[in-house]
C-alpha cells in the first residue's frame, strides 16, 4: 500500500505523516514504560518485592510521576501510596 501511495506527491506526504505520527506514538508509549520501570525500581529499592508492585507503580507513574517520586523519596507509606 505505501508503495502504491509514494507514487504520487499527495501520497508521500500521507505516508509521510502516517510515519511521523507513528513515531510519536512511539515516543509516548516509550515514555510511559520509562516512568513505570522508573517507578517499579524506586518501589522495589524503597519496599522490596510485593504483590501488587507491577499495578502500583503504573498506577503511580500515570497518576503524577514527579509528585509521586517526591512522596516515596520523602518516606510516604506504601498504604498512603496505595490509597
Known amino acids: 500500500m505505501?508503495?502504491?501511495l509514494e507514487q504520487t506527491?499527495?501520497?508521500r506526504e500521507i505516508a509521510r505523516r502516517n510515519r511521523e505520527q507513528g513515531l510519536e506514538q512511539g515516543r509516548?508509549?516509550?515514555r510511559?514504560?520509562?516512568h513505570t520501570d522508573g517507578m517499579r525500581a524506586l518501589l522495589?529499592?524503597?519496599f522490596g518485592?510485593?504483590?501488587d508492585l507491577d499495578e502500583l507503580s503504573r498506577r503511580l507513574a500515570d497518576l503524577d510521576h514527579n509528585g509521586n517520586i517526591a512522596r516515596i523519596v520523602a518516606g510516604a507509606s506504601l498504604?498512603?501510596?496505595r490509597s
Open 2 to 4: 505505501n508503495d502504491v
Open 44 to 46: 522495589r529499592a524503597r
Open 79 to 81: 498504604a498512603e501510596l
Open 32 to 34: 510511559e514504560l520509562g
Open 28 to 30: 509516548e508509549q516509550g
Open 9 to 11: 506527491e499527495s501520497g
Open 49 to 51: 518485592d510485593f504483590a
